[in-house]
């Protein structure tokens, strides 16, 4: 009964995430497709004025308060942070590329937003079925690139899911979730992308 309480309870917290998924998917859209119209000229303006924006304060967001608080506001409003933030990573950004972020400022401490998302694009460029080969023999998988030599069983067990079904850590939001609980413990040393922060 508390196993189907507890689904129940990721089932709708999962549901509440799709509305801003899609309202980011509308803006990406809006932004990226090229059209000729003079309405989608002007739709492209507020877009780009915003990533100027937020590469602006991201340049200097570890010096500075303001710049956190940007970033902080903007995310609590969902899409427009988001489709910004992306732009510290790609010039054409993708629905997906929106939802890893979402799930990152989920998961994250807010002050580790920026850094998760860095050391995401760097491990995975946000391919949530990437895998990486180690010359030890085990393998790094998802976002985040949980090794399979014992990493990624631990963390899995530790959020209450099957540690012995290695393609877990191809879910992005349980890679996301076990990447959090990781950053929470050690930081980020556990990840070689530690040096894109």
């Not at 967001?61 to 970033?71: E, F, T």
């Not at 760097?122 to 085990?138: A, L, P, Q, V």
Request: hydrophobic share 40%; proline share 6%; aromatic share 8%.
């Amino acid at each position: 009964m508390l196993q189907a309480r507890k689904r129940l309870k990721r089932v709708q917290n999962y549901s509440r995430s799709l509305i801003p998924v899609g309202v980011l998917t509308l803006i990406i859209s809006l932004s990226v497709v090229p059209s000729a119209s003079p309405a989608s000229t002007l739709s492209h303006k507020p877009i780009r004025a915003l990533m100027a924006m937020t590469i602006k304060s991201s340049a200097s967001h570890h010096g500075s308060p303001k710049s956190s608080a940007v970033r902080h506001a903007g995310a609590r409003r969902g899409g427009p942070a988001v489709v910004a933030e992306l732009t510290d990573f790609t010039n054409h950004p993708t629905p997906s590329d929106g939802y890893v972020v979402s799930l990152i400022h989920q998961d994250f401490p807010v002050s580790a937003w920026h850094d998760a998302e860095a050391v995401a694009w760097c491990e995975s460029k946000f391919r949530t079925t990437d895998i990486g080969f180690d010359s030890n023999g085990t393998h790094d998988r998802g976002l985040f690139q949980l090794n399979d030599g014992g990493t990624e069983q631990y963390l899995m067990a530790m959020i209450g899911e099957n540690p012995k079904n290695l393609n877990l850590a191809f879910n992005p939001v349980l890679n996301v979730r076990a990447a959090a609980l990781l950053y929470r413990r050690d930081g980020w040393s556990q990840w070689s992308c530690e040096t894109a922060i």
